[in-house]
Each structure stands twice: as C-alpha cells, then as structure tokens.
C-alpha cells in the first residue's frame, strides 16, 4: 500500500528529509524557486503534509486543494505571514513554524547590518574591488560609532533580547518598545522601556526592528516615523520588508532625514535590481538571510519534520500556531 506523501518546497537538510522518509514517501521540489501555483495546487492535493518556506503562499485555495486529506503545513521559518491561520483552522490543517531555533542566528545578521551600515563595509569593499580606493584620508569612510550608541528595538521577542543582548558587549544603551513590558529582561539587561515606538525613535541612534508582518505592522515605518529619527541615525530590518514603506525610506535616505539603512528584507522579494533604494551609497541590502547559518537551516528543516511526523500521529506538535485543530477546541 501506498505511504503518505509529503512535498517538500525546497531542497532541505538530508537529516529533515531522512526523518520524514521514516514514515512517508517524500516529494522534493528539485528547483531552487517555488513551485509555480498551479504545481502547488496539485501537490497539495496528493499530499497529507507540505513543508513549506517563506515564499510559498498558502492560502485558502491551496488549503482547500487538500480536500480534507491535507493534515500539516510546516514552515520552515519562524514568520508565518505567508499562511491564512483562520483558513488552515477551519479546514482542520495544523499550521507550524520554527521559532527558537533561529533566534540567535537572525540576531547575529541584524548586528552585521547594524555593523556593516555604520562602518561602510560593503561600500568600502565595493571601491576596493573597483580600484577606487586611493589613499588613506582622516574624513574617508567615517561613520557613526556603535560602541556607546543608543539602539532602540522595536519588539522584544526572542529575536529583540537577543540583539538586545550583543547590544550589551558593545556598551550600548538599549531602549526597546513592545506591547508587552519585560521588567525581567530590564533588569537583567538593563533594557530601557519606552511606553510608544516614536518615544524609542526620537532617541535611538541604530533601530532594530522586531515585529512581526500583521495589518497594523505593515508599512508601520513610514513618512512620520522616519521624520521622528535622528538625521544620523540608521535603520535595520531583518523582520519582513513590508513593515517598511520603501518609498518613504527612499525618500528619507535621499533627503538625509536618515543617515542608512540596513535591511534583510524588502518589498518586494527579491527587490527589483532598478529600485532606486539600490542607488543610495548608504544602504545595505542583504537577501534575506537571517537564518542563513548551516546549523540553523538544518534546524529549522528538522524541526519542521518533527512537527510534521506530530502532527500525522496525533502527538504534540513542538511548535504548532493553531492548536486547537488538533485538540479539537
Ligand atoms: C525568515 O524570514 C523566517 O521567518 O524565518
């Protein structure tokens, strides 16, 4: 008799896909982009699990493809923004993501933006490369200094601590936003709170954003809130790009009403080639790999598959985002 199958979006860590294979037959997209629409729809539609990234979209039409037979869609990412819970849940599909795992791999790129933006790394390393580069000059490639500065986090989730945290080796002063005050971590870390994000804005000299992509959250950094930072103060996202308007922040960089931007993500994925973001010096723009680490990709896709293997045997599911499918609440 048949096993089970599931598709796997993407090429992934053997280990995840060894695991899986214990129990079902195991469909691997072989391309490096994904699947187009209409050979998601039918996989979906063969399979009791998918194993998804950040790119693949699915939504009711994909979920109702199932039809009923579909039982689990692990992301193999922690941002979930790419799934319609309220659908999943209603067609009784179990949803997962891959937090913890990443928390400090994602937290050690947006240090790396916040590193390379100040310090002109990548455009040092551009005029280098191009034989631009002359002679030494006490004014060349000088930027803000990070040691001592102030950076304000926007959401203190495991992501925020943990910046919050190597902000702490650097002998900066964290200030951070979040709905949710953390008087554990103030203390521990000696965390600032700010009761509004313009209040952590109007101080900051890096600002690191943490929040997750929700309709209140989208474009959230916009033309009022880059006028409330300081005209040398730099910008990093390693949180999803439309929390940006990048209009606005074009227009912020150009006019010297920021002084750089790192960011991790973009709108769109990937960012056009032509976007005029890409003619500023004073940007940074990495393709959005936060948790692009060999340990943590493999993490992540076996995490993934613990969750799927849960799922189809009734267990627990490590990191499920609706779990009243499963208890049947
Ligand atoms: C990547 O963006 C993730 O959400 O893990």
Redesign the pocket.
């Known amino acids: 008799m048949p096993r089970p199958r599931v598709f796997v979006t993407r090429r992934m860590a053997q280990e995840a896909l060894d695991l899986l294979a214990t129990e079902l037959d195991v469909e691997v997209w072989p391309d490096d982009h994904a699947p187009p629409r209409d050979v998601l729809l039918k996989k979906t539609g063969e399979c009791v699990a998918l194993l998804t990234t ?1 790119e693949d979209r699915i939504d009711e039409a994909v979920l109702a493809a199932g039809h009923g037979a579909l039982k689990v869609v692990a992301n193999c ?3 979930f923004d790419n799934f319609d819970i309220q659908a999943a849940t209603r067609l009784g599909v179990a949803l997962s993501n ?1 937090p913890g795992v ?1 928390t400090k791999t994602t937290a050690d790129l947006a240090f790396a933006l916040i590193l390379a933006t100040a310090r002109q790394v990548v455009q040092g390393d551009r005029d280098v490369r191009a034989g631009r580069w002359k002679s030494w000059h006490p004014f060349a490639y000088t930027g803000p200094d990070i040691h001592g500065a102030t950076l304000g986090i926007i959401g203190l989730g495991q992501i925020g601590l943990e910046v919050a945290r190597r902000a702490m080796g650097f002998e900066m002063t964290v200030l951070y936003y979040d709905p949710v005050r953390r008087p554990e971590a103030e203390e521990t870390y000696g965390l600032t709170f700010c009761p509004d994000i313009p209040s952590a804005l109007k101080e900051a000299d890096f600002v690191s954003l943490h929040v997750p992509l929700t309709p209140d959250t989208r474009h959230m950094m916009g033309r009022d809130y880059l006028k409330l930072m300081k005209p040398t103060a730099i910008l990093v996202n390693t949180a999803r790009g439309a929390i940006v308007d990048h209009q606005a922040l074009y227009e912020a960089l150009r006019d010297g009403v920021i002084a750089g931007a790192g960011l991790d ?1 973009t709108e769109p994925e990937p960012i056009l080639p032509d976007h005029p973001l890409l003619t500023l010096p004073n940007v940074v723009v990495t393709p ?1 790999v ?2 692009a680490s060999l340990q943590t990709r493999r993490e992540m896709a076996l995490l993934a598959a613990r969750n799927i293997l849960a799922a189809l045997n009734g267990r627990e599911m490590p990191t499920c985002l609706n779990p009243e499918v499963l208890d049947g609440s």
């Open positions: 950040v990412a922690v941002g891959t990443l993500v959005h936060g948790s």
